[in-house]
RNA sequence: GGAGGGGUGGCAGAGCGGUUGAAUGCAGCGGUCUUGAAAACCGCCGUGCCGCAAGGCACCGUGGGUUCGAAUCCCACCCCCUCCGCCA
């Protein structure tokens, strides 16, 4: 029984059932106040030609929806009226009745082709809107306008050379490369004794955490999901080249647990006191990373197999800013926890992703490759991927469901945090030092 | 893989060619009663779209078809459940 207090087991979820592609947005609100959009286009470095068109578009089609549905009024206006006629044997009135709807039936026919084509292109349009940033979000063009308002401890000053994590992986043997690359294919690492029992104490202390401190509900999930469930968070309809695709099943290997975890309550209206929700996951994830090659993908930096302790939160639209802060906290903590030094971004307009309104980047001090490395990603889709879920909430006063808004940031992703972990923790002897709260976890103290 | 059964409103569950957008129960909301609560009783209570509104249109897994008219008939597909087989 989850804690969350959703009826259990959700009955009735019909959990591959055909989604149309719904766009993110909601027509209402562009047309409400269209300049809202115009200018979240322009500051996240789009066209804001959508949404011109899609105004075009969308009072085209409201004018065809009209006439289409004055056409089907008459239409059933009459059926309706051949019944009784025939009952009382009026059968010429019944007849011609009966010639006049047939002759609409061509008419209604091509006034629903106009109007669904409209429709379709309405819906299209709509797909290259992007979610608008968030006022808190400094308007930027790429990652050199980024924010950085915190900085947690400072980058290690070595007295010795210090060794990048692949040198140190090596060493001391603890990740092989070469037979996964046998095995499976670059980018698919085996982890080896020391090597896989920190994953693993990886894993355990974050999920900890995270079940713990932040109250998150722990979930393991399928690591396969159907189309639907990739169109409900986004991957799908342009991200399929991200992704590994079971063809022969109609299935996708997930690319992060923020995939199958939201989608858990996919198409539910929840109870608004079940929110806020908050689940915590550890999956492996699954990238195919096409077309990113050249040395920041070295050893562990970047993998088309990882791990990763993903948080998810479901919450009432109101309180989504308080919970992106909270969630922001619930990954920081993990790192100061483990003593390693980063640095919080808040990523620009121009920088974030498409279906964002605030994203929080955690990027971590790697001592041996002296760059910052992203372990993690906090953010806010507000209603974004919840409408194209259908994820509401019935209100407590008993009115109409709400959308609710979703939220998700790793906790943290492990390649990258064994190897800053590595490179800083390296001593002048070549060996690795686990730091304090990892311990009880690992079960040794130093590596070599 | 084989054989059956089934997909209807928040849930359960009727309906199987024409005031059925859909009985009934539960849940929810509002009220009466009560010191308070429970119980009981009364009322309200699906969603989307078009429209200033009145109102209209659509939706009973999805898509097509038959019909003047379909939740109800036909076809295809998807999904779920049960049993058998296989299997960690």
């Known amino acids: 029984m989850p804690q969350c207090g959703i009826p259990w087991p959700v009955p009735n979820p019909g959990p591959d059932r055909p989604q149309p592609i719904v766009p993110m947005l909601d027509i209402q609100a562009l047309r409400q106040d269209p300049d809202r959009y115009r200018k979240a286009m322009r500051d996240k470095g789009y066209s804001e030609d959508p949404v011109l068109r899609a105004l075009d578009l969308d009072a085209r089609r409201r004018a065809a929806v009209t006439a289409l549905q004055e056409y089907k009024e008459r ?17 010429d009135e019944a007849e011609s009745a009966r010639a006049e709807t047939g002759r609409l039936k061509g008419v209604i026919r091509e006034a629903e082709d106009a109007a669904r084509g409209l429709e379709t292109e309405l819906e299209r349009t709509m797909l290259e809107i992007p979610n608008a940033a968030h006022e808190s979000v400094p308007v930027g063009r790429s990652a050199a306008d980024n924010a950085i308002p915190f900085t947690f401890g400072s980058p290690r000053a070595f007295d010795f050379d210090a060794k990048p994590h692949w040198e140190l992986i090596e060493r001391h043997g603890l990740v092989d490369f070469e037979r996964g690359a046998k095995v499976t294919g670059a980018g698919f690492p085996f982890y080896v004794g020391k090597g896989a029992r920190l994953q693993r ?19 393991e999930p399928p ?4 189309e639907a469930s990739a169109r409900g968070t986004g991957q799908l309809p342009d991200k399929e080249d991200q992704m590994y695709e079971v063809t022969r099943d109609g299935l996708y290997a997930i690319p992060t647990a923020e995939v199958p975890v939201t ?6 209206i929840l109870p608004e006191d079940a929110l806020p929700i908050r689940y ?28 990763k302790v993903e948080l998810v939160q479901i ?21 100061q926890r483990l003593e390693l030094p980063y640095r919080r971004v808040v990523l620009c307009t121009g920088d974030m992703g ?34 194209r879920m259908m994820i ?20 943290l992703a492990l390649p990258r945090i064994v190897a800053a972990l590595l490179e800083n923790n390296q001593q002048a002897d070549g060996s690795i030092a686990i730091p304090e709260a990892l311990r009880p976890y690992t079960g040794f103290d130093r590596i070599g």
């Open 315 to 335: 919450v009432h639209p109101s309180k989504s800013y308080e919970a992106l802060e909270t969630l922001r906290e619930d990954a920081e903590r993990l790192l």
């Open 75 to 91: 239409a059933n206006a009459l059926s309706r009226e051949i019944g009784p006629l025939m009952k009382e044997g009026r059968r």
């Open 263 to 268: 989608n858990f309550h996919r198409d539910e």
């Open 392 to 411: 509401r909430y019935k209100p407590k006063d008993g009115s109409k469901p709400e959308i609710v808004h979703t939220l998700n940031g790793s906790a």
């Open 223 to 226: 690591v396969v999901v159907n």
């Open 280 to 307: 915590c996951a550890y999956t492996p994830c699954f990238r195919r990373e096409a077309g990113s090659y050249g040395k920041d993908v070295r050893g562990l930096n970047r993998l088309h197999q990882f791990d």
């Open 201 to 219: 104490a990886l894993v355990n202390f974050f999920l900890d955490m995270a079940t713990t401190v932040g109250g998150y509900t722990e979930i």
């Open 354 to 387: 498409f279906t964002q309104t605030k994203t929080y980047d955690l990027e971590v001090w790697s001592g041996g490759q002296e760059r910052w490395l992203e372990v993690s990603s906090v953010s806010n889709f507000e209603s974004f991927q919840a409408r």
